[in-house]
């Protein structure tokens, strides 16, 4: 018969910085050890920002991530997406209700899991990587949940997980593994390459390259959600 541990549940100071008029809020947090290879620890407490808020820091293990709130008059750096929760895109995230509401894409309809069933959430699949074309243009581009997208972070998109969501994923080919935060949805296919919404997940520029497949495009990877 196999025997299970209790997760190790630690009190460190994991540091969340929230910008509310340009005041910086420092918070202690209640992390867990999680049962995932690596030992990536999960954040108890808030990650996402909130009303009034418009930069939040917060640490997985050794990942940082800066989160931006973008202003609304950006564009979406996925512009196929054409409401959210049955209203205009801009409205839903004006309103904050874009974390599991259902969306549409060119006419068909997404159903986006609970956060309750996100938790049990892992799965292989292949992995691309999108945003490259920011680089080459102006002004910034917000993601489906109103943040500033950046291909230098460490992001991703996903068609049916909650937003935000913190993911580990591991490239298959190299056991390379980082966690990214979902915060975009994607991908879909496209006309070039209708196959391209088979794939499980699209990462940040960064992402790929520090899983080693910048290059190469796409990779075998597994996803599983940590928080």
Known sequence: MKTYRKPAVLLLTIHLFICISCAVITAPYK???????????TIRGAYELTAGTTKLVYSVGKFTFHVVRAPLEWPLINDDIEAIDGLPVKEAIRQGRVKNSPYTVKGKRYYPMSVMESKKYNEVGIASWYGHETLRQKGGHMT??????????????HKHLPLPTNVKVTNLSNNRAIVVRVNDRGPFPSRNNPNSGKRIIDLSMNAAKKLGFYRNGTARVRVEVIS
């Open 31 to 41: 992390v867990t050890k999680a049962v995932l290879k690596g030992s990536i620890w």
């Open 144 to 157: 489906a949940n109103g943040e500033k997208f950046s291909p230098y972070a460490l992001t991703a998109a």
